[in-house]
């Protein structure tokens, strides 16, 4: 059994910083790939930012600059620094994880945590 906890989420205003914290528990024996993605009401789920075992990051185009992401492996958890953020970051962020649990190497979620940015 594997278990991502997200937390971090909330209300900031425009221009306002937060940060959003995964950590993966339970059966994890290795994990591969770790990001963050979002989904606003009435969208799609999209990409933020990914970042791989080695430590490559990947952005959105829309939070090139103004997001970072970082992960811990000695923790098993993957972090989203959001500055300047803006209400059209509004959304709830879902940690992503591929990571093998003793059988198989799989993708699993976290529950979401709310992000609401103020004008």
């Known amino acids: 059994q594997v278990q991502l906890v997200e937390s971090g989420g909330g209300l900031v205003q425009a221009g306002g910083s937060l940060r959003l914290s995964c950590a993966a528990s339970?059966?994890?024996?290795?994990?591969?790939?770790m990001g963050w993605y979002r989904q606003a009401p009435g969208k799609q789920r999209e990409l933020v930012a990914t970042?791989?075992?080695?430590?490559?990051?990947n952005f959105a185009d829309s939070v090139k600059g103004r997001f970072a992401i970082s992960r811990d492996n000695a923790k098993n958890s993957v972090h989203l620094p959001m500055n300047n953020l803006k209400p059209e970051d509004t959304a709830v962020y879902y940690c992503?994880?591929?990571?093998?649990?003793?059988?198989?190497?799989?993708?699993?979620w976290g529950q979401g945590t709310q992000v609401t940015v103020s004008s």
């Open positions: 992503n994880v591929y990571l093998f649990d003793g059988i198989r190497w799989s993708e699993y």
């Open positions: 970042i791989t075992s080695r430590g490559i990051a």
């Open positions: 339970g059966s994890v024996f290795s994990i591969g790939a």
